[in-house]
């Protein structure tokens, strides 16, 4: 089993002695209610409990409000590989609004999780101010990992304030030393210049993971790898207060920033692919123990506790669904299935076209499903010990933060782009992927584009086929200004699938499974016309696969109200505003 970060200490009163920004009314604003009587000087006067303090903050990215299930599962989504809750009610004012770009100030699933980021980051402030003044300070290993541990978290939740809303207020400092609370919002690049810095600080506090006991903390390598995404952030588009996309300023510099910090873990050697993409979320994700390569650089811990505030739903709300107990939330779009080819090891753990029927713990029988509703699979259910059980929702199942494919595909993107085309070690970084996902054939990978442009999307297919339900997706086509473009393109081949359009026209009208099977067993191929007709064989049932139910189930919700320079960001909770009158909405809203 994976040492647990939490298993000890996640649901002790980790802080002993936080504020948190109070952002539900004035007065919660203005009033601080310790949660325990402790003061800062018992808290950071041993090693022991300023690491309890520091759990604390990790603690924040834990459950419902967090990557348990709405900043993972809730907000990344519509794109152009995957969609979240359709169906009725629509709208809903909660999460179908959310993922169909229909969301206001007043929908109920932004306020908890805006306030849950601040409450980290007032943690995080707290260790971040009192760590390095604790005696011993200076000659401790132990409290300065702990010291860039905080510092790392704090751009956390900052990275998600900002990928999701933009500009927003921002403090550095604890509550208690502030002498405003009431602030208006900071410029994002600012924040984002703040945070490149606190984390170039962490790099050199924090250790690489062969230096440590294996556990679920924050090592080198993810405070590297997280500074390369922030400055890709810092130098991608952005929508701006003007409501317009722009580039963030200077942006050759961050992609500098980003290569390097990439090139530092690769050269590190600290950190490998594992053989087989399967593994990386079969055996070691939903299995839930330490992927042995150092491929899953960091994730999220969840406590198990199975509770809200500090387990997860992954497997719950995403995935095929286990004896109809589930939610099944997420849907893979038909054009994410056709971006695989057939020999893409990738396809079928990403997608999970069926649903499990069980005895218990032992599988039954895998029931397919259509095209159409799809559901995905990194996280299925089925391969979570204890994931066929019917009733609980929470199975302890950790988010992945970081994986190594990603810093591999930071650094080729960043090469392109400082050089205006590929260098050979670029390409080698973007062939390393490849070729994992071709189970090593390298006949299979295709010839690799020589030129800027080729690249460049090149590199957007394989973050689409290696990243694409891992909660990355939006967020890098918002950097490279092509959401807009993306989830048109994505209408208009759906569109075109459902009407059986050229080149939609030579795939399968249905697909046929095996009855009673364990194993999910196809007859005929997903890539051509079928041969079998319209009739099932014997022992096998029928589904639809390419029909133009596509367009009567998806395109009905599937990013229905999206708007170009409003729908980039989400808007600010209408609680914030009511409780800090320096505090205004933006970006359209």
Request: glycine content about 6%; hydrophobic content about 35%.
């Given at each position: 089993m994976k040492v647990s970060l939490f298993n000890k200490l996640l649901f002790i009163p980790a802080l002993l002695l936080v504020t948190t920004l109070g952002?539900?009314?004035?007065?919660k604003y203005l009033e601080v209610e310790p949660v325990s009587s402790f003061g800062e000087d018992y808290v950071f006067g041993s090693v022991t409990n300023a690491k309890t303090a520091l759990m604390g903050v990790y603690a924040s990215l834990t459950g419902d409000q967090g990557y348990g299930i709405r900043v993972s599962m809730y907000?990344?989504?519509?794109?152009?590989?995957?969609?979240?809750?359709g169906g009725t009610p629509y709208p809903d004012n909660e999460r179908r609004d959310i993922a169909h770009f229909n969301v206001n100030a007043n929908n109920t699933q932004l306020a908890a999780p805006f306030n849950q980021l601040?409450?980290?980051?007032?943690k995080a402030n707290i260790c971040i101010y009192n760590i390095p003044k604790m005696n011993g300070y200076a000659n401790s290993t132990e409290l300065k990992r702990m010291h860039g541990e905080a510092l790392t978290l704090?751009?956390?939740?900052?990275?998600?304030?900002?990928?999701?809303?933009?500009?927003?207020p921002a403090q550095f400092l604890p509550s208690s030393v502030e002498t405003d609370l009431f602030k208006a919002k900071m410029d994002r690049d600012t924040i984002y210049e703040q945070l490149l810095e606190d984390l170039g600080l962490a790099a050199t506090l924090v250790p690489w993971r062969t230096q440590v006991n294996t556990d679920e903390r924050i090592t080198q390598g993810a405070v590297r790898g997280l500074r390369a995404r922030i400055a890709l952030y810092r130098g991608g588009y952005s929508l701006r207060r003007s409501k317009q996309m722009q580039r963030g300023s200077n942006h050759q510099i961050y992609y500098k920033i980003a290569r390097d910090e990439c090139a530092a873990i690769m050269q590190s050697n600290q950190h490998n692919l594992n053989p087989s993409y399967q593994s990386v979320f079969k055996d070691y994700v939903a299995g839930k123990q330490i992927e042995p390569n150092g491929e899953v650089i960091w994730e999220v811990a969840m406590g198990g506790g199975t509770s809200a505030l500090g387990d997860s739903k992954l497997g719950y709300y995403c995935g095929p669904r286990a004896n109809n107990n589930g939610n099944s939330a997420l849907s893979i779009l038909p054009n994410y299935f056709y971006l695989f080819d057939s020999t893409d090891t990738r396809r079928d753990v990403v997608c999970a076209p069926y649903f499990v029927e069980a005895n218990g713990t032992t599988i039954t029988a895998r029931t397919g499903r259509g095209l159409d509703i799809m559901n995905d699979g990194l996280f299925r259910r089925d391969w979570i010990p204890g994931g066929l059980t019917i009733g609980p929702q929470y199975f302890g199942v950790n988010w992945p933060i970081l994986r190594y494919s990603d810093v591999l595909l930071m650094f080729a993107e960043a090469e392109n782009e400082i050089n205006n085309g590929p260098t050979a070690e670029g390409k080698a970084a973007f062939e390393k992927v490849r070729l994992r996902a071709y189970g090593g054939n390298a006949s299979l990978i295709g010839t690799t584009p020589s030129d800027y442009a080729g690249f460049f999307n090149a590199i957007v297919k394989e973050r689409a086929l290696e990243l694409g339900a891992e909660g990355?997706?939006?967020?890098?086509?918002?950097r490279w200004n092509l959401m807009a473009t993306k989830i048109a393109e994505t209408k208009a081949t759906l569109l075109a699938m459902s009407n059986r359009q050229a080149p939609y026209d030579n795939l399968p009208d249905y697909m046929f499974y095996l009855n009673n099977s364990p194993t999910l067993t196809w007859a005929g191929s997903f890539y051509k016309p079928n041969a079998i007709g319209s009739t099932a064989p014997p022992n096998y049932t029928r589904v639809n696969w390419v029909r133009n139910n596509i367009a009567s189930t998806i395109l009905t919700y599937y990013a229905i109200s999206f708007t170009p320079n409003k729908n980039e960001l989400l808007p600010i909770p209408q609680a914030s505003l009511d409780a800090n009158p320096k505090l205004t909405q933006d970006y359209g809203y």
């Open positions: 952002f539900n009314s004035c007065k907000y990344p989504y519509d794109n152009d590989l995957m969609m979240g809750q601040y409450a980290g980051i007032e704090r751009a956390v939740f900052y990275q998600e304030l900002i990928r999701n809303w933009g500009d927003v990355i997706r939006k967020y890098d086509l918002i």
